[in-house]
């Protein structure tokens, strides 16, 4: 009954990564819409996008290498599809003018437009252009389409669907690691666990509080959820700084962890499942309040 309960559960946390990433463009879905078409009008041929100029580049073009140039035109365009400046099906600005937005080279350009194609963002053809796919055909799982994700998302949709997933996810983890960790993974885990006992700043804790989590996946003694936990390792990277920040007191949770630490060493896979569940109730007051608020705050705009 453990491991089939694991694997139910386990079995779930692409779904709700889905259901994270549908919810990316929210606020962008009204600008969209498109008014219906009567019969005698015909398919309409994708419109290309106006480009905007380059908000805040991350670098200049002099001071960044050659190789991570492609990368930065990568990031801010696919940061943008994610946001919903670039909707599905819409035709992206040409290869001049990318070039003469972000002061780059035609190569670098080039280059971006595979990295993105590779990540299913969009399709590229020659004398037609880069056009956005739709977003069942976006590769999800992607490391850096979750990162954009997490920047374009409304902060309670964020919240509470990374909640979801943390729900599914580790409280069943935490009991296989109990099952099955080697001294070398409670190593691990210990070692993470003094990190946070010994941050003294937000930034220490968060960096700590992601390796306590993704060490205890390790020691789960599944290979399948190792490269899952490798993918949303930066949202959760991102709810733990918002969560700590909001608690007021970096270490106020710690004896939450330090239980999940001592049922793991145990090895007693219930109390290390309860140890998480009790420590999630306490994510759930502060998400839960988020989304209240949100609330109000879009009553208020409505009135």
Not at 24 to 32: D, N, Q, V
Not at 186 to 195: L, P
Request: hydrophobic fraction near 45%.
């Amino acid at each position: 009954m453990f491991f089939r309960r694991g694997f139910y559960h386990i079995k779930q946390v692409a779904a709700i990564i889905v259901c994270m990433i549908n919810d990316a463009k929210l606020g962008g879905e009204s600008r969209r819409m498109k008014p219906h078409k009567s019969a005698s009008q015909g398919p309409k041929a994708p419109q290309r996008a106006p480009l905007k100029p380059l908000k805040a580049p991350q670098k200049t073009p002099q001071r960044a290498s050659r190789g991570s140039l492609h990368r930065i035109v990568a990031q801010n365009i696919g940061a943008r599809i994610l946001s919903g400046e670039f909707a599905p099906d819409t035709l992206l600005p040409n290869e001049a003018d990318w070039c003469k937005s972000f002061g780059v080279s035609r190569t670098a350009v080039r280059e971006a437009i595979k990295m993105l194609m590779g990540k299913g963002l969009i399709i590229s053809r020659p004398r037609i252009g880069s056009r956005v796919l739709p977003r069942e055909q976006w590769n999800l799982l992607d490391r850096d389409v979750l990162t954009w994700y997490c920047a374009a998302a409304k902060q309670s949709h964020f919240l509470a669907h990374m909640q979801q997933v943390r729900e599914i996810l580790e409280p069943e983890t935490a009991a296989l690691a109990a099952a099955n960790h080697t001294a070398e993974q409670m190593k691990a885990i210990e070692q993470a666990f003094a990190e946070m006992a010994a941050a003294k700043t937000l930034v220490a804790w968060n960096e700590a509080d992601v390796r306590f989590h993704f060490a205890i996946l390790q020691a789960a003694g599944n290979e399948l959820l190792v490269p899952l936990g490798l993918v949303i390792e930066s949202a959760l990277g991102s709810m733990f700084a918002y969560t700590a920040s909001q608690k007021g007191d970096v270490g106020r949770t710690l004896p939450g962890h330090e239980r999940i630490l001592v049922a793991i060493r145990a090895r007693r896979p219930n109390a290390a499942r309860l140890a998480v569940r009790r420590l999630l109730g306490d994510t759930n007051r502060i998400v839960g309040q988020v989304i209240q608020a949100g609330s109000r705050k879009a009553k208020a705009a409505r009135a």
